[in-house]
């Protein structure tokens, strides 16, 4: 059921126009996409989200992170928004380096969130 909703919109967002493989994505994760290679972020996520020294965003949205110092966390969007713009507010368990900060206005946060929660 999810598949079929995200097929619609993805259909309304006109995507498969590229013709490369990210014509999966919505117009907006799209973007999101192209800022995480822009802003150095899929040097550590990898360029599909699948994750190099930083976690993998693939799967990421809607499950359960284990946290350093134990605890979990549900990873839905306020939470990836506050692990984009406030990495230190919560450190993934198992990190051998630590999330620098960046700087992105709200509207490329937006963008790269959807991206990430179109990667489950
Ligand atoms: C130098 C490597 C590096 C870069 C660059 C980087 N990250 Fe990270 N990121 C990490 C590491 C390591 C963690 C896990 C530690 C933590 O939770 O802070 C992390 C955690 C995250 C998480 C939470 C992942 C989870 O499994 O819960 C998100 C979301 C995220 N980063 C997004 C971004 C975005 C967006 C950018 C670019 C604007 C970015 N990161 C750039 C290394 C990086």
Redesign the pocket.
Known sequence: MRTAGLAAAMALAGCGAGGDSAGELSALAQEGRE??SA???A???GDRGQGT?????TG?AGST?QL?GGGTVI?DGS??RR??LE??A???AG??????E?S?TPAEVDA?VAY?EELR
Not at 53 to 57: H, K, L, R
């Open positions: 800022l995480a802003r150095g972020c040097a550590c996520h020294v930083g976690p993998a965003w990421l992170v350093e990873a939470y990836l692990a984009i990495p230190d919560e450190i993934v990190s051998t380096i630590a999330m620098p960046v992105l790269i990430i």
